[in-house]
């Protein structure tokens, strides 16, 4: 919890006391602030003012699930000029030492993380080290690694500003544009290290000039990596990383500088230039958080979910008697006698209109997206439970079309009220299509929750055996393909 404590003593005021006093002062998160307007959720009241609470941003947002980040690569190092200097060696020979690749920026997913919070919006791996005298080589920059939630989904954005390469570069292409003096010298001096006092323009009567020859090398390098970038650049990056420590090199560091030696040439024995390094290789990616869990609980609001997901799993969500409790999903492990394991994903509470961003909205249905099982959590004792079904199914078509097609399973919550419920589980099972299961349950009183996880671990253990199943099919056609292919 965000808690700022500011603390001031005042003997002055509190001289009566023993002890001196100290005055401290609370800052909440946003959050607390927020729970008293979202549980006024009717659709009129917010249909138009959009959904705050989920996408809070900055300090009072305590879960991140999406997020931009602009990744670079380290710069490379520059390269040393330098030469040989020792005692009756007046004019020794060139040894400027080359400058260190920069680091790559490389995504890793890791079991210990739940949240992108901690990432910034900028992240840049450490630039190589400069070249040095006696043929020493820059050290390569540290590469930078940052860690995600396993189930974080990958995507390169195109940057819509040109990078500075590329207009150089397309400049270039333009034979029309003339370069100014200035702009030549800023170039020069972008790409080259002189020795001190160094001309490389003044050349002697009847010589070559060894510094346009030296520019000419560089130009046709500068080509071959721009050609290199270009091709490259098609391809968009678009990686899903599910298992732990699965890792992607997102963002190349530029390569270091050349020192001095680089340029040694029959005729220039003394060759007073080196380069700098090339900049780190720069992208924009979207990071997109998508639970892997084996189900996934939907309901609306104060129907249970979190209740339940307290009593079947090890997790302890927060439960109260108010519409929007949960703010961020939550991943619970039921654990069974013999070790064998589920995982069941609790979110926020969908109501009617969450599509068109009324409540938290709907981008939370990203972590139930790839549930094997959907489990709809319904209020029995409310007043329509079969409407409140058509509710869910309604929103979940309208995040993604054929949501609804997926395995699932109706959890009749809150069977222990006395009243309505009985009559109105006898209603839903009338009115609910066949293939679905019912199961009543009371997860604050833990009835029947025993047979709800029994049911809940058969279902996943069938549809994980038909996943393995397409699998190995696919494998063996693939398999069967290539035979041919070799034929
Ligand atoms: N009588 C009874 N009350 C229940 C049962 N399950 C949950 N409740 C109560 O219903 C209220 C809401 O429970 P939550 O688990 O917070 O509901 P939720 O679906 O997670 O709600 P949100 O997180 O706001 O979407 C709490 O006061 C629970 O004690 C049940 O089986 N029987
Ligand atoms: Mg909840």
């Not at 001096?189 to 010589?207: C, I, K, N, T």
């Not at 979190?306 to 939550?330: E, R, V």
């Amino acid at each position: 919890m965000l808690l700022t404590l500011r603390t001031t003593i005042r003997p002055q005021l509190y001289s009566h006391l023993v002890r001196p006093v100290y005055r401290t002062k609370y800052v909440f998160p946003i959050t607390n602030q927020f729970h008293s307007a979202i549980t006024r959720f009717e659709e009129e009241e917010f249909a138009h003012k959009g959904s705050v609470q989920y996408k809070l941003r900055g300090k009072g947002r305590q879960f991140v699930d999406f997020i931009r980040v602009k990744a670079k690569g380290g710069d490379g190092g520059n390269g040393c000029v330098s030469f040989q200097r020792e005692k009756y060696l007046a004019k020794g020979p060139p040894n400027g030492g080359n400058g260190g690749r920069g680091g790559n920026v490389i995504i890793r997913a890791s079991a210990d993380e739940s949240t992108l919070k901690r990432l910034g919006r900028m992240c840049t791996a450490k630039p190589g080290q400069s070249g040095l005298g006696s043929g020493r080589h820059g050290t390569i920059g540290e590469h930078l690694v940052i860690e995600v939630p396993v189930g974080t989904v990958v995507r390169e954005i195109v940057s819509e500003e040109p990078e500075e390469d590329e207009e150089q570069f397309n400049s270039k292409d333009d034979e029309e544009y003339e370069i100014s003096d200035e702009e030549e010298k800023r170039r020069r001096e972008e790409r080259w290290v002189l020795y001190p006092r160094a001309e490389p323009d003044a050349v002697r009567s009847g010589r070559v000039n060894f510094f346009e020859q030296a520019e000419k090398l560089m130009d046709e390098e500068d080509k071959y990596h721009q050609w290199r970038l270009r091709t490259e650049k098609k391809e968009l990056v678009e990686i899903d990383l599910t298992e732990d420590g699965q890792e992607i090199v997102l963002t190349r560091g530029g390569a270091g500088g050349y020192g001095n030696p680089y340029f040694l040439t029959t005729e220039n024995r003394s060759p007073k230039w080196a380069t700098r390094g090339r900049k780190g290789e720069t992208k924009e990616v979207e990071l997109e958080l998508k639970t892997i869990a084996d189900i996934g609980l939907v309901g609306l609001p104060n129907a249970g979910k979190s209740t339940l997901l307290g009593a079947i799993s090890n997790a302890h969500p927060k439960q109260a008697n108010y519409a929007f409790t949960t703010l961020h999903p939550f991943v619970g492990t039921v654990d069974y006698a013999d070790q064998y394991q589920l995982t069941v994903a609790d979110i926020p509470g969908l109501i009617r209109g969450a599509h068109r961003n009324v409540g938290l909205g709907h981008a939370f249905l990203r972590h139930v997206e790839r549930a094997k099982l959907l489990v709809y959590v319904i209020d029995v004792s409310g007043p329509n439970p079969y409407e409140d079904l058509q509710t869910l199914q309604y929103e979940l078509e309208a995040y993604r079309p054929g949501l609804t097609k997926r395995q699932s399973l109706i959890v009749a919550n809150k069977a222990d009220k006395a009243g309505t419920a009985k009559d109105n589980l006898a209603l839903l099972q009338s009115q609910v299509d066949k293939s679905i299961p019912i199961i009543p349950v009371s997860a604050r009183y833990e009835k029947n929750v025993i047979k709800l996880t029994s049911v809940l671990r058969k279902e996943v253990e069938r549809i994980r055996a038909e996943e393995e199943e397409i699998k190995k099919q696919k494998l063996k056609e693939l398999d069967e393909d290539e035979y041919d292919d070799d034929i």
